[in-house]
């Protein structure tokens, strides 16, 4: 086929998967748990943007563009929702009728966002948080901006761009429409999440609100009284500064709250667990503190998102933990006297759930299945039904460790119009964070390889999540103070090539002559380490957002200092420790055709570890193609512009087919026409 065709071919599966695309998030049910207000968004290629509105039941009932966080109140009578603006900032707080007549009322406008929204029970107030901007911010442009100060790490962040001098506080404001908006924990500090006590007298916030936190890493749980605005000194610590305690949720009796966290701010990686402490006491420390979830070793911060645990009574709970590619709904009973009970089945992962009056709402996505709402066993929404039913399954596999201690979890997709007696080029993806999960949900990216005609092969190594402990914290650095390991670069590359030799070997359509690998992030990291290290394997190999110099990363990165987390010392101390799993050390032994994609606004792996890798490829005349996406930060695959994520898939699957191409006998390097 000409070149200009398959072009076009991959143009149209890109656009086929992408446009139009509608997914479901956000659940909220009523009090009585006879509705739910869920969020319909779907992305629209021609405008550029994703529209996002609430739907009650089966219909929508608002009109977007930027819709978002419904919750109900109290009687069951409104709907609150936040709609955002054009410029992704100024947001208005608004409240639907539901019963009875009436009209959509504003509460308040944001200049900075606003998230978190909760309803008081006694129905009166609306807590959420929202940014605080300093006076620079209303300047005509930054040529007005007076020059900022930076005195603490983190100041940075990954698509928020500046975060210290425009922190997330906790708001209150009148349901009734009587008031402003009242900021009761201004100030410094960040803060996440808004729970009420039972008596609507306060909230319950996350933050990290004592001096060192960005040098401890400590995160709290805190009380924030409805006067804090005037009494700052009510404020309550619940924790001791010892661990990470995020996502709070108070019991129906306010006697205690639940939350996920861990203890152990010097290790990175953990399963992070259901937890709870006394609403009454201040200071609780990580020994005291009743791990709830601890008889099942999995991490209850997951892949595919979540939430605050939900209680259902005053003795148990409900939320998410991952488990070896999927993602269930588990009941958590709060003193820990009984293991966790899984609640959902299959190869599935659950995405957001929420639960009143004993109905239990999720939201479920599959390789096969965008994520469509679900009542108890019931599927209730199928606004992904016309791509869903186009949408290819895949296999999942096992392979034994080269070591024979433990077997990997692989997937394998075949390609589209499958054919046993052909063999097809093969792509190896491998996924970022190290500690994340592929698994059982709606990966467009190998959708989009496999209509393209590759087998897509990829799994979950050692580092990932979703295992025990052990497994994700086999690649901590050998010189980590808690739980040494092989460090990046070690055991995590064994069995990433472990997958893809067992894929070669058990699937006699894989072409192990046309093998290509792909990753972002830390899987970007692993994409240059093989090419420098093992090349041989690859015909070509794609390194997006990646990791190239540990060293330099962590002094451009928005989360550098963490670092040490993972590959134990700091890098000023035990520079080594960083350059031994730089692949950049070893750019002279990189032979393999490299395809590089970096955004130009990502502060996490900020565009300079792309730009290190290119000018040394270049300067030593190896075969290397880079692409910049402008306004895009590291999200660009997941979340960046319609137009933006389009043209990264033309760019790949353009690349890979070039590159991939079966060889004549006559010319091994000319591909066939």
Known sequence: ???????????????????????????????????????VSTIDLETNTTLRCVWIDDAPVTAGPKDHSPTWSPDGRFVAFASTGDDDHETTLRILPVVGPGEVRTLATMPDGLGDLAWSPDGTWLGFTSRTRNERYSTPDSSWQSPRKIERFFSRLNGENWVFDRPKHVHVVAADGTGKPRNLTPGAFQHSSVSWTPDSSAVVTSAARHDTWDRDLAEDIYVVPLDADERPDGIRCLTAHDGTYSMPSVSPDGSRVAFVGRGDTETMVHNHAVGSVPFDEDGTVEPDITWASEALDRTFICTVGGRAPVWENDESVLATA?????????????????APQRLTTGAISVMDFDASAGTVATIHSAADLTAELFIDEDRRTFVGNALSSTLLGWEKFSVPTTDGSDEIDCWIMRPADFDESRSY????????????QYGEYFFDEAQMQAAAGFVVVLGNPRGSSGRHLGWGRAILGPKHPVAPGSGWGGVDVDDVLATIDAA????????????????????????TWLAAHHGERFRAICSERSVNNLVSEEWNSDIGTAFRTEHGPLYIDDPEVYRASSPIERIRDIDTPMLLIHS?????????????????????????????????????????SPVHRVQRAEIILDWFTDKLAARTADDPSSPDD
């Open 504 to 527: 070669l070997d058990r699937y006699p359509f894989c072409d192990r002559d046309r093998v290509g690998m792909l990753g972002g992030s830390y899987g970007g990291f692993m994409a």
């Open 425 to 436: 080029p093969v792509l190896l993806d491998v996924h970022g964070g190290p500690y994340t």
């Open 1 to 39: 086929m000409p070149a200009a065709a398959v072009a076009q071919q991959h143009t149209e599966i890109a656009q086929r998967l992408l446009d139009r695309r509608s997914t479901v998030g956000s659940p909220a049910l009523s009090p009585d748990g006879s509705h739910t207000a869920f969020v």
């Open 600 to 640: 130009e606004e990502d502060w996490r792996c900020p565009i300079g570890q792309a730009e290190e890798l290119w000018m040394g490829l270049r300067l030593l005349g190896k075969e290397v193609d880079f692409y910049r996406f402008p306004g895009e930060n590291h999200e660009l695959s997941r979340s960046g």
């Open 322 to 338: 991952e488990d070896r590619g999927e993602t269930h709904l588990f009941r958590v009973t709060i003193d820990a006297s009984a």
